[in-house]
T-cell receptor
Framework: AQSVTQLGSHVSVSEGALVLLRCNYSSSVPPYLFWYVQYPNQGLQLLLKYTTGATLVKGINGFEAEFKKSETSFHLTKPSAHMSDAAEYFCAVSTNQAGTALIFGKGTTLSVSS | KAGVTQTPRYLIKTRGQQVTLSCSPISGHRSVSWYQQTPGQGLQFLFEYFSETQRNKGNFPGRFSGRQFSNSRSEMNVSTLELGDSALYLC?????????????FGSGTQLSVL
């Protein structure tokens, strides 16, 4: 069965610092992996996704993630944090069913201080 | 293009009642999926509809049901409400319902059960 573990429910960084949000997955089939962001009182918005091909994936707002099969990881990074990056971030993995069902991690809240 | 619209935005119900939530997907999108978000359990997949047929179902009791209309609008119903059903219910749509597609989320319906 598929599962997702996000290490650290809360991460705090200073503005301009590196952002690193960790995600490990378990999947019995080649996974599709996603990072979504949720701002307060809003729905989720896709940051980036890995389906096939290049293992380093670039997304919106300067975020990127690297798929490492040997480590079953898909960590999200951004070189320089901005105040507007403060939000909750969710890693998700596809299920082995047809359709769009995703299994989400519990989320990581990112705080950015000036 | 208008985004995914969920109504109502807030609902307050009492135990034992039933509730119906509505979701209008992005125009042209054929897949609609529903997720329950709670602080304790995070985001959990409820079900997905594609071309008026339920394609996938998560691990929720039969009190949770849904349907999709010919215009792709979807409703979900929860009968015999329990306190634990208090949650943010998110609807997401995608164009073709493929697992590697981006999901577009609505802002959700916040259900409180008293």
């Amino acid at each position: 069965a598929q599962s997702v573990t996000q290490l650290g429910s809360h991460v705090s960084v200073s503005e301009g610092a590196l952002v690193l949000l960790r995600c490990n997955y378990s999947s019995s089939v080649p996974p599709y992996l996603f990072w979504y962001v949720q701002y307060p009182n809003q729905g989720l918005q896709l940051l980036l996704k890995y389906t096939t091909g290049a293992t380093l994936v670039k997304g919106i707002n300067g975020f990127e993630a690297e798929f490492k099969k040997s480590e079953t990881s898909f960590h999200l990074t951004k070189p320089s944090a901005h105040m507007s990056d403060a939000a909750e971030y969710f890693c998700a993995v596809s299920t082995n069913q047809a359709g769009t069902a995703l299994i989400f991690g519990k989320g990581t809240t990112l705080s950015v201080s000036s | 293009k208008a985004g995914v619209t969920q109504t109502p935005r807030y609902l307050i119900k009492t135990r034992g009642q039933q509730v119906t939530l509505s979701c209008s997907p992005i125009s042209g999108h054929r897949s609609v999926s529903w997720y329950q978000q709670t602080p304790g359990q995070g985001l959990q997949f409820l079900f997905e509809y594609f071309s008026e047929t339920q394609r996938n179902k998560g691990n929720f009791p039969g009190r949770f049901s849904g349907r999709q209309f010919s215009n792709s609008r979807s409703e979900m119903n929860v009968s015999t409400l329990e306190l634990g059903d208090s949650a943010l219910y998110l609807c997401a749509s995608s164009s073709q319902g493929q697992i590697n597609e981006k999901l577009f989320f609505g802002s959700g319906t916040q259900l409180s059960v008293l």
